[in-house]
C-alpha cells in the first residue's frame, strides 16, 4: 500500500469543518471562540474517504519535538527538547527505504518502498535540528519560509516593526522577491510539488510522500482577500505584525487581535485550498484505491483561550493538544472513532502500510506508538488507555479521553536531566557536561501554572481547573501518571521533578 503523510503546522482542530460540521466557531466551543466558520471542503473532501479520529492527541511539543515523535515512534519531551535525530534513532524513512544514499534501481531490486519528503518547513534545516530529511530517498525543500536565508539583497520591504532585529526579517524579505498570486504562497508550492511528484511517480510500489506543510504557523501573511472573509478591513489597519506568545491583552489592542485570529483563519483556508491540489492529483491518478493518507497536526495554538495567543506557555490545554487526525483508507466510507492515538502512532502505521517489518526497540526504550489498522478496520478495537502529552522541562499531561490532568514540576523543577549527546541550540537550556548519556539542566523555570484537572464531559475547553472539587480524580490520575510513565520507561527524575513521589 502506498502512504501520504501530511502534516501541517500549529492547525487547530475547531477549524477543521469536519469537526465543525461548518458552523460558527462559537456554537462549537467557547464563548471565546470568533463568531464565524471557516471553510475547509478538502478536509471534509478527504474525510468522507476516511475516518476521523474525535480523541487525537498530539505528544512532545512544539514543532520539532512532535516529528521526532513522528520520526521515531517515541515520546521525545519526557527524555529531552528540540533537537536533531541521533545515530541510534530507528527514524521511519530508513526504516520504510533502508540504508540512505542508495540508488533508486537498488532499491527496486530489494523490494524497498521509495520515500519522498517535500517541506517548506525550515526547521527540519536549521542548525540545531537539521537532519531529518537524510533518511528519505529522495527530497525538495521549498525554500523562504520563516528564517531561511534565500535572499540578502539590501532593498526595501514591508516587515513587521518587531521582527526588523530578529530572524523572521528573513521571511519577509523572502516574499518580497517570492510572491506575484496566490500560487506563490508557500503553502500553495508545497502541495503543488507533492501533487507533481506523485504525477511523476506513482508507479512505484508502496511509496512513501511525507509533505510537511509550516503554514498556518506564524508569520500570518495570508493573501487578503482570504483575511477579508473574517474581517472585511483586511491588511489594511494593520499592514504587517507578529503575533506574540503571551496573554494577548499585555500586548494587543482588541483590533490587533480580531485581525489576527482573522489571519490565522485565512491561512487555514489556504492550506485547505493547498491540500485540494494534491487530492485532486490523487484522484486523476486513481491512488485511493492503494493509498493510506494520514492528515495531521503537530499540535494546535492558543488562540484567545485562556486568554492567551501563540503556544510555549502554559500546560497542554485543549487548544494545543486536542488535534485533527484524519486516515483516509481504502474501504473508508466516513467513519468515526474515539479511541485515543497520538503521532507515535504514525510511525508503526506507515511501516506497517508499506509492508515493511517494525523494527526491534531496545528494552529501556520501547515503542510508544500503535499501529492503527486494527481502530481503521474494527470500530471496538482498542488502541491506548491514556495520552501523554507534554514539553520537555514543564508540565506533563495525561488523559483518558474525560479528565485530564495537567501535573506541574515542584517549583525547584529538579532534578531534570537533558538525555543525548546534542546540546540545547532552538530552545535554550543551561546544560551541563556529558556523563553517562545525559546533561544536566541547571536553568528550566518551571511555568507558573498550577496543577490542573479538567472536565471534559462538562468543559470542552478546559477553561476550570477542578482540583479542589475533585480530590479523588486527581489522586486516580496522578496515579495512572505515575504507573504510565514507568510503563514507557520514562527516566525515574520525571517522577520526583514531577512532585509525584510526595
Not at 483561550?305 to 506557555?313: A, F, M, P, T, Y
Not at 520537555?392 to 517549583?411: A, E, K, M, Y
Not at 557536561?433 to 490542573?452: A, F, I, K, L
Amino acid at each position: 500500500m502506498n502512504v501520504i503523510v501530511i502534516l501541517c503546522d500549529t492547525l487547530r482542530r475547531d477549524h477543521c469543518s469536519p469537526y465543525t460540521g461548518g458552523k460558527p466557531l462559537h456554537e462549537c466551543w467557547s464563548q471565546e471562540a470568533p463568531p464565524w466558520s471557516v471553510p475547509t471542503p478538502n478536509m471534509e473532501r478527504l474525510a468522507e474517504r476516511g475516518t476521523v479520529f474525535e480523541n487525537a492527541y498530539c505528544g512532545s511539543s512544539p514543532c520539532m519535538p512532535a516529528r521526532r515523535d513522528i520520526y521515531t515512534g517515541r515520546l521525545e519531551f519526557l527524555e529531552r527538547g528540540w533537537g536533531p535525530l541521533e545515530e541510534e534513532d530507528l527514524d521511519l524513512p530508513r526504516q520504510v527505504s533502508g540504508p540512505p544514499n542508495m540508488s533508486i534501481r537498488w532499491m527496486q531490486e530489494n523490494g524497498l518502498p521509495v520515500s519522498y519528503l517535500v517541506s517548506d518547513h525550515f526547521h527540519l534545516w536549521e542548525q540545531g535540528s537539521g537532519n531529518y530529511h537524510m533518511g528519505y530517498s529522495g527530497f525538495q525543500f521549498i525554500r523562504g519560509q520563516e528564517a531561511d536565508g534565500l535572499y540578502t539583497d539590501p532593498v526595501e520591504f514591508d516587515c513587521p516593526p518587531n521582527d526588523r532585529m530578529g530572524k523572521c526579517e528573513r521571511h519577509w524579505r523572502n516574499v518580497h522577491f517570492l510572491r506575484q498570486s496566490e500560487e506563490d504562497w508557500f503553502a500553495m508550492r508545497t502541495f503543488s510539488t507533492a501533487a507533481d511528484w506523485l504525477r511523476r511517480n506513482h508507479s512505484h510500489q508502496n511509496f512513501y510522500l511525507h509533505i510537511d506543510c509550516f503554514t498556518p504557523h506564524e508569520p500570518l501573511d495570508p493573501p487578503e482577500d482570504l483575511v477579508k472573509l473574517f474581517d472585511p478591513e483586511g491588511y489594511s489597519r494593520f499592514p504587517a505584525f507578529n503575533w506574540p506568545y503571551a496573554k494577548w491583552r499585555d500586548h494587543m489592542t482588541s483590533e490587533e487581535f480580531q485581525n489576527s485570529r482573522a489571519r490565522y483563519a485565512a491561512n487555514v483556508v489556504l492550506v485547505d485550498r493547498a491540500l485540494g491540489k494534491v487530492l485532486d492529483a490523487m484522484d486523476e491518478l486513481n491512488l485511493w484505491d492503494d493509498t493510506l493518507v494520514i492528515f495531521t497536526t503537530d499540535h494546535g495554538t492558543f488562540n484567545g483561550d485562556h486568554g492567551r495567543i501563540g503556544k510555549l506557555q502554559t500546560h497542554q490545554f485543549d487548544a494545543v493538544a486536542h488535534i485533527p487526525f484524519i486516515a483516509a483508507h481504502p474501504g473508508g466510507c466516513g467513519a468515526w472513532r474515539r479511541q485515543l492515538v497520538q503521532l507515535v502512532d504514525i510511525y508503526p502505521t506507515v511501516i506497517e502500510a508499506v509492508g515493511r517489518p517494525v523494527p526491534d526497540f531496545p528494552d529501556n526504550k520501547p515503542l510508544n506508538g500503535i499501529s492503527l489498522f486494527p481502530v481503521l478496520q474494527d470500530p471496538c478495537a482498542k488502541t491506548r488507555d491514556f495520552a501523554l502529552m507534554g514539553m520537555f522541562g514543564q508540565s506533563v499531561s495525561i488523559t483518558d479521553g474525560q479528565w485530564i490532568l495537567h501535573q506541574s514540576p515542584v517549583p525547584e523543577n529538579q532534578p531534570l536531566y537533558w538525555h543525548g549527546y546534542h546540546l540545547a541550540r532552538f530552545i535554550p537550556y543551561g546544560l551541563g557536561t556529558y556523563q553517562n548519556g545525559r546533561r544536566e539542566v541547571h536553568d528550566c523555570p518551571p511555568w507558573s501554572d498550577p496543577t490542573w484537572l479538567s472536565d471534559k464531559a462538562s468543559d470542552l475547553n478546559e477553561l476550570v481547573n477542578r482540583c479542589d472539587d475533585q480530590p479523588a480524580p486527581v489522586r486516580q490520575m496522578q496515579q495512572i501518571l505515575r504507573e504510565t510513565l514507568a510503563k514507557l520507561k520514562a527516566p525515574p527524575e520525571q517522577v520526583t521533578r514531577l512532585g509525584l513521589d510526595r
